[in-house]
């Protein structure tokens, strides 16, 4: 069995900026550290870390996915704060949906947001040369379609519609609609976002 090869100091360091972003400590809204191709080792993998944090974050991701399977709500809007995402009142999540298990800390949902069927909330990704974590912050009396796409680090203004389907990877302003793969803005009235 090969043995794991301790982190560089430049991953611990990049390890522990992240924790400090994932507990709220830092104002900024996107996490990124450059990594070398995510086939590689990166130091960001959940299976890169201890075998009780990775067993951690298993668990959580069971549960956390069976609870959002459910067609019931008030399950959902519990775990997910005791997993410490921010969750409003009058929240609706449907049936299907996933949400990203290994940073929920990093959700915000407000007041009266309606979330479709199967939607897909995403608070990490690995990309070809960077690894990023992101706050998804969904503003109060947002829409979000079924089966829609929400990438980490996006903010879905006040009143906002994420149309069925639209893979979303910019931020929503107020009012406004994106719809759409990539998704587009609609500001209102057919105009759309330069």
């Known amino acids: 069995m090969a043995r794991r090869t301790p982190p560089s100091e430049d991953i611990l360091e990049a390890r522990e900026r992240l924790r400090r972003f994932v507990r709220g400590e830092t104002d900024e ?5 450059p990594i070398g191709h995510p086939a590689l080792p990166t130091g960001f993998c959940v299976y890169e870390y201890s075998l009780l944090e990775t067993l951690r974050v298993c668990m959580r991701a069971v549960a956390l996915d069976a609870v959002l399977k459910l067609p019931m709500n008030r399950p959902k809007r519990a775990l997910l704060r005791l997993l410490g995402a921010t969750i409003g ?3 609706t999540i449907s049936a299907l949906t996933w949400i990203d298990p290994l940073y929920p800390q990093l ?3 407000e007041d009266e947001v309606f979330i479709g069927m199967g939607v897909r909330i995403a608070t990490h990704e690995f990309r070809r040369d960077e690894f990023r974590a992101g706050k998804v912050i969904i503003r109060r009396g947002a829409f979000i379609g079924g089966y829609a796409l929400i ?3 996006v903010e879905i203004g006040e009143n906002a519609t994420v149309a069925a389907g639209a ?3 910019r931020d929503v302003p107020p009012g406004a609609t994106a719809i759409g793969n990539p998704a587009r803005i609609v500001l209102g009235a057919n105009r759309e976002e330069e």
């Open 29 to 33: 809204r996107l996490f990124t550290h």
């Open 89 to 91: 009142e009058h929240v």
């Open 107 to 109: 959700l915000v949902i």
């Open 151 to 153: 990438g980490c680090g």
């Open 167 to 169: 893979v979303l990877g």
